[in-house]
Nanobody
Framework: QVQLVESGGGLVQAGGFLRLSCAAS????????MGWYRQAPGKQRELVAG???????NIADSVKGRFTISRDNAKNTVYLQMNTLKPEDTDVYYC???????????????WGQGTQVTVSS
């Protein structure tokens, strides 16, 4: 079993910045891809940014040039640096991880609890 714990959300003025963190912990495992999604009330969850185990990234057009995803494999942690924030970035942000577990051997998708990001005008 693997747990994802998110932190770094909060309230910020437009033009400001935040850094989200998500750490994976639990049983013996290795992490494949990790990513960040966001979801507003009544809307579908959408991909913001993803990163592979080798560091290849995929960034949504809506945040390209403002957001950066990175990871620290030694800490099993993924980060989302959010710069030049806009009111439309206001959402609940969810961490995602594609995990290979050894005992028992299986591949699973895990989600964090979600962290609120609010950008005021």
């Amino acid at each position: 079993q693997v747990q994802l714990v998110e932190s770094g959300g909060g309230l910020v003025q437009a033009g400001g910045f935040l850094r989200l963190s998500c750490a994976a912990s639990g049983s013996t495992f290795s992490v494949n891809s990790m990513g960040w999604y966001r979801q507003a009330p009544g809307k579908q969850r959408e991909l913001v940014a993803g990163i592979s185990s080798r560091g290849s990234t995929n960034i949504a057009d809506s945040v390209k040039g403002r957001f950066t995803i990175s990871r620290d494999n030694a800490k099993n942690t993924v980060y989302l640096q959010m710069n030049t924030l806009k009111p439309e970035d206001t959402d609940v942000y969810y961490c995602n991880a594609d995990v290979n577990e050894l005992y028992p051997s299986r591949r699973s998708i895990y989600w964090g609890q979600g962290t609120q990001v609010t950008v005021s005008s």
